[in-house]
């Protein structure tokens, strides 16, 4: 084999390489109801939270956007812009250098950092990147019509009665009537999922409803508090209040319920 044969072969493996690894630039983008009221304040500190907790660095952080930059091990570098208001923000490539960019495509590590990035902000503003997901893939709605709507107080008296709900954390759906001072501490949230097939909708909405209560029980705890209030049903972006009533997706293969609310002190 001569040197000129083997100076081509090595080039071509490099070419293939690149081209199984580059991947066309993820800019990722996500909005949010009005109704889940996240101010800008807020907005910029689940950003930021979030990009120390992936080791990116901040360059700049002002009114509706933050700068951001990532090294690793010295030899692969990423810059980008995150433009936000209170209902969405975007994560946009700006720069790099050790990531084969070129031509819109850079290497597949990039999209996956912006993707851990995207999941962490989402978590700071307590929106499940795990439901989201589900619910892109529409794998919730498989088999059904739009959402069910059920009985909430029914769902609380069946996890009660089975032994799920011990009675210290009272819940309470927006719009409902408390009596007593109220006493926010922080907002909440809860995404849980269950088997839908060989279970009526019914069922797995409730079996849904009273692991979504339970986990809302134990952040209670944790945090002093006696009730949670405000709780509305979430679903992709957007936010289902009612007074009765509570949203749940199911399907054949999955019944999901999310809901949001405030835990708080009554008194």
């Known amino acids: 084999m001569t040197r000129t044969y083997r100076a081509l072969s090595l080039l071509t493996m490099v070419f293939l390489l690149n081209a199984c690894t580059s991947?066309?630039?993820?800019?990722?983008q996500e909005h949010f109801a009005s109704e889940l009221t996240i101010s800008n304040s807020q907005m910029q500190r689940a950003i930021?939270?979030?990009?120390?907790?992936?080791?990116?660095?901040?360059?700049?952080?002002?009114?509706?956007?933050?700068?951001?930059?990532?090294?690793?091990?010295?030899?692969?570098?990423?810059?980008?812009?995150?433009?936000?208001?209170?209902?969405?923000?975007?994560?946009?490539?700006?720069?790099?250098?050790?990531?084969?960019?070129?031509?819109?495509?850079?290497?597949?590590?990039?999209?996956?950092?912006?993707?851990?990035?995207?999941d962490n902000i989402l978590k700071e503003l307590n929106v499940d990147p795990i439901i989201e997901s589900v619910n892109e893939l529409g794998a919730v709605n498989q088999g059904v019509e739009g959402a069910t709507y059920l009985d909430f107080q029914e769902g609380i008296t069946r996890a009660t009665q089975a032994g799920l709900l011990d009675g210290?954390?009272?819940?309470?759906?927006?719009?409902?009537?408390?009596?007593?001072?109220?006493?926010?501490?922080?907002?909440?949230?809860?995404?849980?999922?269950?088997?839908?097939?060989?279970?009526?909708?019914?069922?797995?909405?409730?079996?849904?409803?009273?692991?979504?209560?339970?986990?809302?029980?134990?952040?209670?705890?944790?945090?002093?508090?006696?009730?949670?209030?405000?709780?509305?049903?979430?679903?992709?972006?957007d936010v289902y209040k009612d007074t009765q009533k509570y949203q749940c997706r199911a399907g054949m293969l999955i019944a999901s319920v999310a809901l949001r609310g405030e835990l708080a002190t009554v008194k």
């Open 48 to 118: 930021i939270t979030a990009l120390h907790d992936r080791q990116w660095n901040v360059q700049s952080a002002k009114p509706g956007l933050v700068q951001a930059e990532i090294t690793i091990r010295g030899r692969h570098h990423a810059e980008v812009d995150i433009p936000y208001t209170p209902t969405s923000f975007q994560i946009l490539y700006r720069s790099s250098w050790g990531l084969d960019y070129k031509d819109g495509k850079i290497h597949g590590n990039y999209n996956r950092w912006v993707n851990k990035l995207r």
């Open 23 to 28: 991947k066309p630039i993820y800019n990722a």
């Open 168 to 237: 210290s954390v009272k819940f309470y759906l927006a719009g409902q009537v408390v009596q007593g001072e109220i006493h926010k501490i922080r907002t909440v949230t809860s995404s849980r999922k269950t088997n839908g097939s060989n279970k009526s909708d019914e069922e797995a909405c409730v079996w849904a409803l009273q692991s979504a209560l339970v986990s809302l029980q134990s952040a209670a705890k944790k945090a002093g508090a006696n009730a949670v209030v405000d709780i509305a049903s979430i679903y992709k972006r």
